[in-house]
């Protein structure tokens, strides 16, 4: 059974079992027994509703539980939930209240932080879906009672046809969701020396503080595929599939409104060795997902976007380099994988550039420093998704980026420079 299967199956379970109405009408219990039986049951849906969310933007799938029908409170504070010693009952309600003072905020509502991310990737997933229904302008059957019109988005002002997702209100309040929640988490390299008081109750005051630092460094990591999904969906491709022609990402001025290419390229290669790698990432992701992992027409202020979030994780990661490896989950390999596939792209692309006869001397070397910077950002993620592959057994992913050629255009690119 596939690990979207599991997910479905678990999303399933917990609403048949009630859990996504844990808090319709009740009122908040007053004994600490009671809560944690309840706080279990209510981490045990936000967990399941994180797969869910996350599962759904892979596949390009709907959600299975439906956020509108949700009547649960949100997690507790980690430092309450972490607390293994049990209070006097006359003590408890005082020792963890809802919401702890602003201060303990930040480090207090790290399970809460991904509940939100998950949110914003079910707000992803059901806005590139809602574009598409309205572009293809396929019939709906309104004329059966029971069925409800899909629900549009709005574009600000309409094109015909459109080329770019800045038209759509929701995209880029998508991505000012996706910073916002990254501004707030706590930087998880300023926790080196941190009180750990107000952590967990679990361990040394070390291994505290520690726990929380690798929490909030997995967090941060989170954010850069999610955002870099959303600006890889901004291509003239995404509205016209069947289109073999698109603009250029390199030829485009830096802006939201992209200017036409005098020499448009393919949107995506046609080459037996590119087939094939889109059919290795058809077995894992879905075919909206795949095309913007291999586009090459995303839309230049998009593309450069993407190109300063990868520069960003990468600062973090050296930033955070002294965290063992064998610390970091399974998703962190995910998390390397969509900026490798821009590294790439843009080394690829710099090349090209760098040996067309329109460009100058000047250019040219811009270029090469350019492809210098790229490689050396290539080899620091390669290095460390390939260190991930013999902890959590990520061999297919692997296998996915030797089949683009990771180490080859490295070295090339090094040798060309």
């Known amino acids: 059974m596939s690990y979207n299967s599991l997910t479905c199956l678990a999303s399933s379970l917990v609403t048949r079992l009630g859990w996504h109405t844990l808090d319709l009408g009740r009122p908040p219990v007053d004994k600490w027994d009671q809560w944690v039986q309840e706080e279990e049951r209510r981490r045990t849906f936000w967990a399941v509703y994180q797969l869910d969310c996350y599962q759904a933007l892979m596949a390009d799938r709907p959600t299975t539980v439906d956020i509108s029908r949700l009547f649960i409170a949100a997690p507790a504070a980690d430092c309450a939930w972490d607390d293994v010693t049990v209070p006097r009952l006359e003590k408890w309600a005082a020792k963890h209240q809802p919401h702890p003072p602003p201060a303990d905020a930040a480090l207090s509502y790290s399970f809460l932080a991904l509940c939100n991310l998950a949110a914003i990737m079910a707000r992803t997933s059901a806005f590139t879906w809602d574009v598409r229904v309205a572009l293809t302008g396929a019939h709906h059957p309104s004329d059966i009672r029971f069925l409800a019109p899909p629900h549009v988005t709005p574009l600000v002002a309409r094109r015909d046809p459109a080329v770019t997702l800045f038209d759509y209100p929701e995209f880029a309040r998508l991505h000012a969701s996706l910073k916002e929640w990254m501004r707030a988490l706590v930087p998880a390299e300023s926790m080196r020396d941190a009180q750990p008081t107000k952590f967990t109750s679990f361990g040394s005051p070390a291994s505290r503080r520690f726990a929380m630092r690798v929490r909030y460094f997995c967090l941060r990591c989170y954010y850069t595929p999610i955002l870099l999904l959303l600006h890889l969906a901004n291509r003239p491709s995404f509205f016209a599939p069947a289109s073999n022609t698109a603009l250029s990402s390199s030829v485009s001025e830096p802006s939201p409104e992209p200017s036409p290419s005098p020499s448009p390229s393919p949107a995506r290669s046609e080459a037996p060795e590119d087939a094939a790698i889109r059919a290795m990432l058809g077995s894992s992701f ?29 600062a973090h990661l050296d930033r955070n380099s002294d965290i063992p490896i064998d610390r970091c989950d399974a998703s962190i390999s995910f998390c390397l994988f969509v900026p490798i596939t821009v590294l790439v792209r843009q080394i690829r692309s710099c090349r090209e550039r760098a040996v067309s006869a329109q ?23 390669w290095s460390m998704l390939k260190d991930l592959g013999f902890i959590w057994g990520v061999a297919r992913m692997e296998a996915l980026l030797r089949s683009m050629q990771v180490d080859e255009i490295a070295n090339a690119t090094d040798l060309f420079s």
């Open 359 to 381: 460009t100058t001397e000047a250019e040219a070397s811009e270029l090469r420093q350019e492809m210098t910077r790229r490689v050396a950002a290539l080899r620091r993620l």
């Open 286 to 314: 879905s075919g909206l997902l795949n095309d913007g992992l291999l586009a090459h027409d995303v839309v230049q202020h998009s593309w450069d976007i993407c190109l300063r979030e990868t520069d960003d994780l990468v």
